[in-house]
């Protein structure tokens, strides 16, 4: 059923790793996601929305993870939706075949504004961190996350996860840190700057396979796995302890 809160006890479990000390825990509820590859998930101070590659659509969920509704995006992403963020008024999709991101309101109606992301070929995430658009790529062989302006501008400013991580596969912005999920079940912190913080945790189970999102919500992270179909909650803290 769609957005079935489920409590999963056996799963999940945080371990520190890189010398940092453990900062996530898992609450051991759920929700699913109503697609067989999701590919990106945030959340807009109401409403998650999920990019959903098999279905090639937009799906919101309820702060509570009940399904609402989905839209087709196929007309302008004909291709494999990377990811989804708010700005707090419209959402935008990265479409990694052409590297493009697409503007669209939350109705899904498309806005006939979309921008090539200018730096690098093999865009993977996407995130906002309040007034600027962040995109994850990784076709150096590098997580390189790079800043645009709204209008598709690219700033200049840039910061590499590959030290630590090199499969991403969603970034979000808690406030003072960046999140990075990756492909082998990590999820990394950075600060404001792109500074590796020391802080990642594996996240053991169900949801180390396969992470394909991550978004904040009032002090937890949301992590998604395109294996389990799901989207798992932990709690967090944003400053880790010295």
């Known amino acids: 059923m769609f957005g079935a809160n489920i409590s999963v006890f056996n799963i999940g479990k945080a371990v520190g790793r890189g010398g940092g000390p453990l900062s996530l825990q898992y609450s051991g509820t759920t929700f699913s996601v109503a697609d067989t590859s999701p590919l990106g998930i945030s959340f807009d101070g109401t409403n998650f929305w999920v990019a959903g590659n098999t279905g090639n659509a937009i799906l919101k969920y309820t702060a509570s993870g009940v399904f609402v509704s989905s839209f087709d995006i196929s007309a302008q992403v004909a291709g494999t939706p990377r990811g989804v963020i708010s700005d707090g008024t ?14 669209y309101d939350t109705s899904g ?7 090539v992301t200018s730096q690098g070929v093999e865009p993977k995430a ?10 994850t790529d990784s076709s ?38 960046f999140w990075v999920a990756d ?32 978004t904040d919500k009032d002090g937890s992270l949301f992590v998604m796995s395109a294996t389990s179909l799901a989207v798992f909650q932990y709690s967090y803290l944003p400053t880790p302890t010295p």
């Not at 419209?90 to 503007?103: A, E, F």
């Not at 996407?126 to 995109?135: C, L, N, S």
């Not at 500074?195 to 396979?209: E, M, W």
């Open 183 to 214: 492909g082998n079940g990590y999820i990394a912190q950075y600060d404001s700057s792109g500074v590796y913080t020391g802080v990642s945790i594996y996240i053991a189970g169900t949801t180390s396979t396969n992470l394909s999102g991550i």
């Open 109 to 115: 109606v498309y806005q006939n504004v979309s921008w």
């Open 140 to 177: 150096t062989g590098y997580a390189d996350h790079y800043k645009y302006t709204l209008e598709g501008v690219y700033t200049g400013v840039t910061w590499s996860s590959f030290a630590e991580f090199a499969f991403p596969r969603g970034l979000t912005m808690t406030g003072t840190h």
């Open 126 to 135: 996407i995130a906002f961190d309040g007034t600027h658009i962040w995109v």
């Open 90 to 103: 419209y959402l935008w999709v990265l479409n990694s075949s052409d590297d493009t991101i697409y503007k």
